[in-house]
């Protein structure tokens, strides 16, 4: 029996939603199978350079995933270090970061006063230029015929 056009929509929608049920439900057996094949083709390149030396692919094998290993366990280490330093001199950068803030409020405040200052300068530089120039030609202002 063929399809029509208006269940075609319907149809596909079903599949796209059983495609996505399913894959959700698959999630705990396909992210590790995933996770697996991508670290294969990740790996794959050190275990070949290593076999073109004359190491058998098995050592070869067993030397990448520590080295892997290793390069993973140090970066953490690090890593926990770093984060115990931060959080025993919590409170010592904290006062730091404070100090800086208000630092830049207070320039901030100065850097406004500031221009507001030049502003008042130059305005009333602008009026002392219009008065001169009233004073010294008044008769340009004035209307003809009055005195």
């Given at each position: 029996?063929?399809?029509?056009?208006?269940?075609?929509?319907?149809?596909?929608?079903?599949?796209?939603?059983?495609?996505?049920?399913?894959?959700?439900?698959?999630?705990?057996?396909?992210?590790?199978?995933?996770?697996?094949?991508?670290?294969?083709?990740?790996?794959?390149?050190?275990?070949?350079?290593?076999?073109?030396?004359?190491?058998?692919?098995?050592?070869?094998?067993?030397?990448?995933?520590?080295?892997?290993?290793?390069?993973?366990?140090?970066?953490?280490?690090?890593?926990?270090?770093?984060?115990?330093?931060?959080?025993?001199?919590?409170?010592?950068?904290?006062?730091?970061?404070?100090a800086k803030i208000e630092r830049v409020r207070n320039s901030r405040t100065k850097a406004?006063?500031?221009?507001?200052?030049?502003?008042?300068?130059?305005?009333?530089?602008?009026?002392?230029?219009?008065?001169?120039?009233?004073?010294?030609?008044?008769?340009?202002?004035?209307?003809?015929?009055?005195?």
């Amino acid at each position: 029996m063929p399809i029509l056009s208006s269940n075609r929509l319907l149809v596909g929608l079903q599949a796209v939603g059983l495609t996505v049920a399913a894959l959700y439900f698959a999630q705990p057996v396909l992210m590790p199978l995933v996770t697996a094949i991508l670290l294969t083709f990740l790996l794959r390149p050190a275990t070949v350079a290593l076999e073109r030396h004359y190491v058998p692919r098995v050592l070869a094998v067993i030397l990448v995933s520590f080295g892997v290993l290793a390069g993973v366990g140090s970066t953490g280490w690090v890593l926990t270090r770093q984060l115990h330093e931060l959080a025993l001199h919590l409170d010592e950068y904290r006062g730091h970061m404070r100090a800086k803030i208000e630092r830049v409020r207070n320039s901030r405040t100065k850097a406004i006063e500031n221009l507001r200052m030049k502003r008042r300068a130059e305005k009333s530089q602008a009026s002392r230029v219009a008065r001169s120039r009233h004073q010294q030609r008044p008769g340009l202002l004035r209307r003809p015929g009055s005195l």
